[in-house]
């Protein structure tokens, strides 16, 4: 069994490392959505700014649209022209995936001042990348609204998790220590 720890040591302290920085986000992040319940933020501060500024990008766009509270669900509802096209809710603000590209970055450290601007030039990546998947996908469901589903559920969640992805791959391959010590 000790030669088995041993063996594997860097792959328990990669799963221990990820598991516990993700679980204590997580908890946090809950925590933060628990106190949010009845905020003048509805349905959350962090939903609450994701859906004003869509709102503000899609009439920067010349589109004539406008966010409200959805009457039964805690999400804020899209609309564009009078039509409600979309909804933003708790997942759409981007933190759940920005929690998971923390977690494996801390779980792959480098250095500690690398490692920490990563992570911030990172979150600010996703989450404006996040921002920006959202109008387009308002945009779209106004333009095509036959494709909503493959747009839903396809597209649009292939272009949040591919840009983590493609930060954790440059991260790997570039600055953690895994990769200085295989060089």
């Known amino acids: 069994m000790k030669t088995l720890f041993i063996k594997y040591k860097s792959v328990i302290k990669f799963i221990l490392t990820f598991l516990l920085v993700y679980i ?82 801390m779980a792959f450290s480098g250095k500690l001042k690398t490692t920490f601007f990563y992570i911030l030039s990172g979150s600010v990546l996703i989450y404006t990348v996040n921002l920006l998947r959202i109008v387009i996908l308002t945009i779209a469901l106004y333009h095509y609204p036959e494709h909503k589903e493959i747009l839903h559920t396809v597209v649009f969640p292939a272009i949040i998790y591919g840009i983590m992805f493609l930060l954790w791959i440059f991260w790997v391959n570039r600055f953690s220590k895994l990769k200085k010590k295989n060089v």
């Open 24 to 105: 204590s986000f997580s908890v946090v992040y809950k925590m933060y959505l628990d106190v949010s319940e009845g905020s003048k933020f509805y349905p959350d501060y962090m939903t609450h700014l994701v859906a004003k500024q869509s709102e503000s990008l899609l009439n920067t766009f010349g589109y004539h649209a406008q966010v409200l509270p959805h009457p039964d669900e805690p999400s804020m509802k899209v609309i564009v022209d009078n039509e409600y096209l979309a909804r933003v809710i708790e997942g759409c603000n981007s933190i759940s995936v920005v929690i998971l590209f923390i977690s494996f970055i």
